[in-house]
């Protein structure tokens, strides 16, 4: 359809029009994951024709579906607390942190010459 089409198309006709479409383009991408799609360049066109939707909802001033906020805010999601968080409550000791450094592994190193000699 031509952006002339769209632009004459009203304000309901052309939300339900980009509902219709980003439907039908979730439909086709699943159906190419599948294998199964009778026309793939289909896509194409459905992902060129929401665009124009978009576009044509935006140039009158609305918010395009997809952009729209959600009707009622979530709620706020209380903070999970680490899993290092949660040993030290459960009075565990923590682990210390291992090195690796040459400096830290230089003294084995010593350590095994010595003994190999000797």
Not at 5 to 23: G, N, V
Not at 46 to 53: K, T
Not at 82 to 87: C, E, I, N, P, T
Not at 100 to 115: D, E
């Amino acid at each position: 359809m031509k952006a002339a089409k769209w632009r004459d198309l009203s304000e309901d006709e052309l939300t339900q029009k980009a509902r219709e479409l980003s439907e039908e383009l979730f439909n086709l991408r699943f159906q190419l994951s599948m294998g199964v799609a009778k026309n793939p360049s289909r896509i194409g066109q459905a992902r060129r024709d929401l665009a124009r939707a978009y576009t044509i909802q935006r140039e009158r001033g609305g918010v395009p579906l997809a952009v729209s906020a959600p009707a009622a805010a979530p709620a706020p999601v209380a903070p999970v607390p680490s899993r290092s968080a949660a040993k030290a409550k459960a009075g565990k000791p923590a682990k210390a942190a291992k090195t690796s450094t040459k400096a830290a592994k230089a003294p084995k190193a010593a350590a095994k010459k010595k003994t190999a000699k000797g």
